[in-house]
């Protein structure tokens, strides 16, 4: 009796734990999409390298001051400039031009990514801010300005946020150093597949965190770069100096009190505000002269300020307002600037860098080019101070 009890219950059972298993299988080869899973970067081809033509190029994008989009009104437009119409959108189809146009291997955000007054939610706006880059598959680094923690994020959480973004190659921090800020690191450009250098950086770019605003004395002033972020700044110019003497860049956000002083020792571009930096001077400049790689600094913060000056051997260059919600100038176009490093060509493979180029693109109905540059050639003297295309 005890037998045939279990053998019934057996043959109820049986079906039930076969339909359970077919559901689970179900589940697996064709997963709810509604359900929640785990999302994973997509990571950009890391080493950075130059391209198989011996080229790297490098978009600038100062101050986009994003919003919420569609409904963040654009700020300093005339009519030509889409008027009551033009919004947070304007900035972004701005981006995708560019990228069309110039196809860069990097794109840097030099700092208030964001607008925090406006923003409603910082992860958000990033998102909407940065998604240009994502949609075309463009590696990207980032640094922080003064506005981007104002809104539902800090600092920190802003950084670690945009490293995990798709294509990033921003960090946090270096490894191993204890230094002030967020927004600390280097990306070294390797040579291009197939070269003899391919294992090579025969470029390197250092991003710092010039801070927000503080307090000194009683008074208000920019944030500046502090002594640990200049410690660990030359730690990594001696270490990658020991490998090859690469060039090196240089961005951050907010300037440095020494560039003031180029409206007097001349300059290539546009000078129209004062230059917004601290009252603090904690040495910037003295520190990359002494190192000796950089060639150049890419700034944001001054949206009126789209110049390029030399200081004591090293060009100090404003990226000029990219962000319709950002202040700016009626009938003045926002503007994106390209630096383009070309290598040498050996007789059996490409060598060191060769040149560094600039030049800044308007938004306008032919995305002008103007104001070409050279920054820096091989082999030459860098305290000339004229060398224009």
């Known amino acids: 009796m005890a037998s045939s009890h279990l053998a019934a219950l057996a043959s109820l059972l049986l079906p039930c734990l076969l339909a359970l298993l077919l559901l689970r299988l179900a589940a697996v080869l064709d997963p709810d999409p509604d359900a929640a899973v785990p999302r994973v970067k997509v990571a950009a081809p890391l080493p950075l390298r130059f391209r198989h033509d011996g080229a790297f ?66 992860a958000e706006s990033l998102l909407r801010a940065i998604s240009p880059a994502i949609e075309y598959k463009v590696p990207w680094a980032a640094i922080l300005g003064n506005h981007d923690q104002e809104s539902t994020m800090t600092r920190e959480e802003l950084m670690t946020f945009m490293s995990l973004m798709d294509y990033s190659v921003s960090q946090v921090n270096p490894p191993g150093f204890l230094v002030h800020g967020f927004g600390n690191y280097h990306i070294g450009i390797h040579g291009p597949f197939g070269s003899e250098l391919v294992n090579t950086s025969l470029l390197n770019l250092y991003f710092l965190d010039s801070g927000d605003r503080q307090v000194v004395n009683g008074v208000k002033t920019y944030g500046w770069i502090k002594e640990s972020q200049l410690d660990w700044l030359r730690a990594t110019s001696l270490e990658l100096q020991k490998k090859t003497h690469a060039p090196a860049l240089a961005f951050f956000h907010i300037p440095i009190p020494e560039v003031r002083g180029l409206w007097y020792s001349g300059f290539k571009g546009q000078y129209q505000e004062g230059v917004a930096c601290s009252s603090v001077n904690s040495g910037v400049l003295g520190t990359l002269v002494s190192m000796g790689d950089v060639k150049a600094v890419f700034l944001g913060h001054d949206h009126l300020n789209d110049f390029c000056g030399n200081l004591n051997g090293i060009w100090f260059c404003y990226g000029g307002g990219f962000g319709y919600h950002a202040y700016g100038r009626p009938h003045w176009p926002r503007r994106a600037r390209i630096i ?50």
């Open 57 to 122: 190029k490098i978009l600038q994008v100062a101050d986009m001051h994003f919003g919420n989009g569609a409904a963040t009104r654009c700020r300093d437009v005339g009519p030509d400039g889409g008027g009551a119409l033009c919004s947070d959108l304007n900035t972004t189809r701005f981006l995708r031009r560019v990228i069309e146009a110039e196809k860069p291997d990097l794109i840097a955000f030099t700092g208030d990514n964001i607008f925090g007054g406006s923003a409603t939610d910082a």
């Open 340 to 389: 383009y490093s070309e290598l040498k060509k050996g007789q059996r493979s490409w060598m060191e860098v060769e040149s560094i180029q600039t030049w800044k693109l308007l938004d306008d109905e032919k995305l002008s080019k103007i104001d070409e540059q050279v920054l820096w050639r091989h082999n030459t003297d860098d305290s000339d101070h004229s060398v224009y295309l």
